[in-house]
């Protein structure tokens, strides 16, 4: 397993962008896939994002946050970003970075990841 820490949430206006980052500890990040979940007051954990292999190139995405959210790792910093444009009010929740090694077809399950970060507060505010 690794050690991850969220930054980089806070309180925005509708519209605004913010950038969430999660680093790891350990030598071996880049073999991981790296996911964001979030989860809203009241709802359940529910999948936001998901950079799959090392390179980044296998990404995917809810529907609620596709062309506005980017996932994206910088392996040499044992990073992951979620850029968030065009926030909406339905994305305040609390973000967590979650990350496991041979995530494949369930890649959206949050039972499949076996690390995850403390979270961080986005609120969107209309």
């Known amino acids: 397993q690794v050690q991850l820490v969220e930054s980089g949430g806070g309180l925005v206006q509708a519209g605004a962008s913010l950038r969430l980052s999660c680093v790891a500890s350990?030598?071996?990040?880049?073999?991981?896939?790296m996911g964001w979940f979030r989860q809203a007051p009241g709802k359940e954990r529910e999948f936001v994002a998901t950079?799959?292999?090392?390179?980044?190139?296998?990404?995917y995405y809810a529907d609620s946050v596709k062309g506005r959210f980017t996932i994206s790792r910088d392996n040499a910093k044992n990073t992951v970003y979620l850029q968030m444009n065009s926030l909406k009010p339905e994305d305040t929740a609390v973000y967590y970075c979650?990350?496991?090694?041979?995530?494949?077809?369930?890649?959206?399950?949050?039972?499949?990841?076996?690390?995850w970060g403390q979270g961080t507060q986005v609120t969107v505010s209309s």
């Open positions: 979650a990350a496991d090694l041979g995530i494949n077809s369930g890649y959206s399950r949050s039972e499949e990841y076996k690390s």
């Open positions: 350990g030598r071996t990040f880049s073999t991981y896939a």
């Open positions: 950079a799959i292999n090392w390179s980044g190139g296998r990404t």
